[in-house]
């Protein structure tokens, strides 16, 4: 179906191949890139000016930033109330570890307990714009549930594969908001296999990890909100934990948007960007150090951090080019060391958080102690998930 963008808000003019930048058009349904079969990015018209009036001030969700998001026409939102979580200050922890500036965006209190609202928001508003029938997506989890959240509110099918082993949390929410579930043994590029050859017609829209454009578009206002939270200024350094990475590339989107329209001063420099991974899961770092030329045969393992377990990354390239213009860099955890940050996070500052979010605390701590972190830097953490939805991975183990 091709879409009319006449009277829209929206300044969105394309899509991109990431690979050679050949333009697709933003007007049509696309998948990925027909030319290098790579993810597309949207692009948006920054050349005339726009200031920062255009946010949306009455507006307590990412929507706030519609300008800047793919979306044309406002009757095919599909919303819940997504983004504008909690930019917090971590007192405690910081004089606990003599810290100047310590933050954390707690991105577990999104609908649905994740990040993945924000994306799947996106992707499943953009769905019903194009007048898809139905979605299907295999996943560890947290974007399972909020494909089926928002597929339920938008009156779409929703079709999931989930490993086995995903916690019951994940699995019983799908089945209320009304899910065709179907489990798998093995990881998340089991499911994606699974889901290949299940949607082998194409009958659903394919919703994996940036095999769409438009998950990308809303995971990257957690950057607008960050800036705006911080008065238009950034942090020295972002802990970001990337199993597909969408939201990692999607802040950097954001904050490169932000430059060239002019809403960040000349003198505010871009943070260095940090891809926290689990150490039975990490592909990109394999590549990051060269131990392997990309990440098509990594063999990953389960972890605590059910959305760290991505062993195939389609945006493996897009999330190295972060870290080469960010002059950031990849960090593994230890299944104890999530843990450990999740309880240093629980008892010193009330958050009980995703083993993500306590991968990215002892990631920084790690960081600390080589030197690549500075204590006096503005150290901002990036908390994907609700730790509710892992009890089943996580109980027994308060003590340690």
């Known amino acids: 179906m091709k879409i009319v963008a006449s009277e829209s808000l929206s300044r969105l003019a394309a899509l991109h191949c990431s690979a050679c930048?050949?333009?697709?058009?933003?007007?049509?349904l696309q998948r990925v890139s027909a030319c290098c079969n790579v993810p597309l990015v949207a692009d948006y018209d920054l050349h005339e000016p726009l200031s920062r009036a255009v946010?949306?001030?009455?507006?307590?969700?990412?929507?706030?930033?519609?300008a800047l998001l793919p979306l044309?026409?406002?009757?095919?939102?599909?919303?819940?109330?997504?983004?504008?979580?909690?930019l917090l200050r971590l007192p405690?922890?910081?004089?606990?570890?003599?810290?100047?500036?310590?933050?954390?965006?707690?991105?577990?209190?999104?609908?649905?307990?994740?990040?993945?609202?924000?994306?799947?928001?996106?992707?499943?508003?953009?769905?019903?714009?194009?007048?898809?029938?139905?979605?299907?997506?295999?996943?560890?989890?947290?974007?399972?549930?909020?494909?089926?959240?928002?597929c339920a509110r938008a009156g779409l099918r929703a079709v999931v594969v989930m490993p086995r082993h995903t916690p019951a949390a994940f699995k019983e929410e799908c089945?209320?908001?009304?899910?065709?579930?179907?489990?798998?043994?093995?990881?998340?590029?089991?499911?994606?296999?699974?889901?290949?050859?299940?949607?082998?017609?194409?009958?659903?829209?394919?919703?994996?990890?940036?095999?769409?454009?438009?998950?990308?578009?809303?995971?990257?206002?957690?950057?607008?909100?960050?800036?705006?939270?911080?008065?238009?200024?950034?942090?020295?350094?972002?802990?970001?934990?990337?199993?597909?990475?969408?939201?990692?590339?999607?802040?950097?989107?954001?904050?490169?948007?932000?430059?060239?329209?002019?809403?960040?001063?000349?003198?505010?420099?871009?943070?260095?960007m940090v891809a926290v991974q689990a150490e039975n899961c990490c592909p990109l770092l394999e590549t990051y150090t060269g131990r392997q030329p990309n990440c098509h045969a990594y063999q990953g393992r389960a972890t605590l951090a059910n959305g760290l377990a991505v062993p195939h990354?389609?945006?493996?390239?897009?999330m190295l080019r972060v870290l080469r213009e960010s002059n950031g860099t990849v960090v593994s955890v230890s299944e104890e060391g999530m843990l450990a940050g999740m309880r240093d996070l629980g008892r010193h500052e009330g958050l009980f958080v995703a083993p993500e979010g306590g991968a990215v605390w002892t990631a920084a701590r790690q960081l600390l102690a080589s030197g690549w972190l500075n204590p006096d830097e503005k150290i901002l953490l990036l908390n994907t998930g609700n730790g509710q939805k892992y009890m089943d991975n996580v109980t027994g183990r308060a003590w340690g």
């Open 21 to 28: 930048g050949t333009d697709y058009s933003a007007f049509d």
């Open 55 to 66: 946010i949306d001030q009455a507006d307590a969700s990412m929507w706030r930033y519609g």
């Open 72 to 86: 044309l026409h406002e009757e095919n939102k599909v919303t819940l109330g997504e983004g504008l979580t909690p």
């Open 92 to 150: 405690r922890l910081a004089a606990r570890y003599d810290l100047a500036h310590l933050l954390l965006k707690d991105e577990g209190q999104n609908p649905t307990g994740s990040f993945k609202a924000r994306g799947l928001s996106m992707a499943v508003s953009k769905a019903k714009e194009l007048g898809v029938d139905g979605c299907i997506i295999p996943t560890a989890g947290n974007a399972g549930v909020a494909l089926t959240a928002y």
């Open 175 to 272: 089945y209320w908001y009304g899910a065709e579930v179907e489990l798998v043994d093995g990881l998340i590029s089991d499911c994606g296999a699974r889901v290949r050859q299940r949607n082998a017609d194409g009958a659903l829209l394919d919703i994996s990890t940036l095999k769409e454009p438009y998950r990308l578009e809303g995971k990257k206002t957690m950057g607008y909100e960050i800036a705006e939270q911080l008065n238009w200024t950034l942090p020295d350094v972002l802990l970001y934990p990337a199993g597909g990475g969408t939201g990692l590339i999607g802040i950097w989107k954001a904050f490169q948007e932000m430059k060239q329209l002019g809403w960040l001063a000349p003198d505010v420099k871009l943070p260095r």
């Open 313 to 318: 990354p389609l945006g493996e390239a897009m």
